[in-house]
């Protein structure tokens, strides 16, 4: 029963109860005894109600709760916590890898427009890395190979090329939208 307490199962919220991690059992009730967060009671008909730590080690145990075993007797293991004091909801940029290059260009040539099968497109640095250009969402766009190998080491324009779109960054995605 006690191997439940280290599954990543509780949804944390913020103080405005926005989604922004999931935690184990056992680093929610660590959350929960230092007053940081409070445990969130589902009642019949819907109501919602935060809940000390004092109060949430006496709860009942109902049959669809999951509970863990100590010397006083079972706790019932929070499903959901609010920070006390935390408002910001995190965001994340998705990691600069070819996959989420080739994602943002929805895996088309931006020299050409050209809809590319997964072998059949590289990543292209609009800037070359022999003339200074960096690894950067600025820099890098999902091109055909071989429009990739036309262009060379030179600049789109050098080789005939013009950029369909500028490439940017993506958005910062809210955790809650990871989770």
């Not at 590319?116 to 022999?130: A, F, I, N, T």
């Amino acid at each position: 029963m006690n191997d439940i307490l280290n599954k990543s199962m509780v949804l944390v919220l913020n103080r405005n109860w926005q989604a922004v991690n999931v935690r184990t059992p056992q680093e929610a009730f660590c959350i929960m005894a230092t007053d940081v967060a409070t445990g969130l009671e589902f009642e019949v008909e819907h109501h919602i109600r935060p809940v000390s730590w004092g109060e949430g080690i006496t709860l009942p145990i109902r049959p669809q709760d999951n509970a863990v075993q100590t010397v006083r007797g079972p706790i019932r293991v929070p499903t959901v916590i609010a920070a006390v004091n935390y408002v910001k909801v995190p965001k994340k940029r998705p990691k600069l890898c070819a996959r989420a290059i080739c994602e943002r260009d929805r895996n088309r040539c931006q020299y050409i427009g050209r809809v590319l099968r997964p072998d059949e497109g590289s990543l292209d640095h609009v800037l070359p890395r022999s003339r200074g250009g960096k690894n950067a969402w600025e820099n890098l766009v999902w091109a055909g190979k071989d429009v990739n190998a036309r262009k060379g080491n030179r600049l789109p324009h050098e080789a005939g090329l013009k950029l369909l779109t500028a490439p940017r960054a993506p958005k910062e995605l809210p955790a809650s939208a990871l989770i």
